[in-house]
C-alpha cells in the first residue's frame, strides 16, 4: 500500500510562490506517473502537472509556465513549485501516484490566494 502525504500548503498573496512537496512511503523509482491535481469548491478535481518516470513532464494550460513538478527518486518525494500565483489557484491540491495498474491519493493540502 502506498501512502502519499503532502505539504507546504498555505494562505499566501496574488503574485507568490509555494512549493508544495509529496512524500511516499516507499522507493517511487518505480511508480509510472506522480502528479498534482486539485479542487476548488464546487468544481470537479483536475490536473495540474504530472512527470512520468522518464522525466517527462505535462501541465494544465492555466499553470504552464508558472509551475514547475519534479520528482526525486532518491528521497522519495515529488515537488510542485508555484509562482506568480491567483485566486484562482486557490484549491485543494492533491497529490496523486500511478503504480502499474494501481491509483493512488494523498490527503490533499489547502492552497488559499488572496487578492
Known amino acids: 500500500q502506498v501512502q502519499l502525504v503532502e505539504s507546504g500548503g498555505g494562505l499566501v498573496q496574488a503574485g507568490g510562490s509555494l512549493r508544495l512537496s509529496c512524500a511516499a512511503s516507499?522507493?517511487?523509482?518505480?511508480?509510472?506517473?506522480m502528479g498534482w491535481y486539485r479542487q476548488a469548491p464546487g468544481k470537479q478535481r483536475e490536473l495540474v502537472a504530472l512527470?512520468?518516470?522518464?522525466?517527462?513532464?505535462n501541465y494544465a494550460d492555466s499553470v504552464k509556465g508558472r509551475c514547475t513538478i519534479s520528482r526525486d527518486n532518491a528521497k522519495n518525494t515529488v515537488a510542485l513549485e508555484m509562482n506568480s500565483l491567483k485566486p484562482e489557484d486557490t484549491a485543494v491540491y492533491y497529490c496523486n501516484a500511478v503504480v502499474k495498474l494501481n491509483l493512488y491519493w494523498g490527503q490533499g493540502t489547502q492552497v488559499t490566494v488572496s487578492s
Open positions: 512527470v512520468t518516470s522518464g522525466g517527462s513532464t
Open positions: 516507499g522507493s517511487i523509482s518505480g511508480f509510472n506517473i
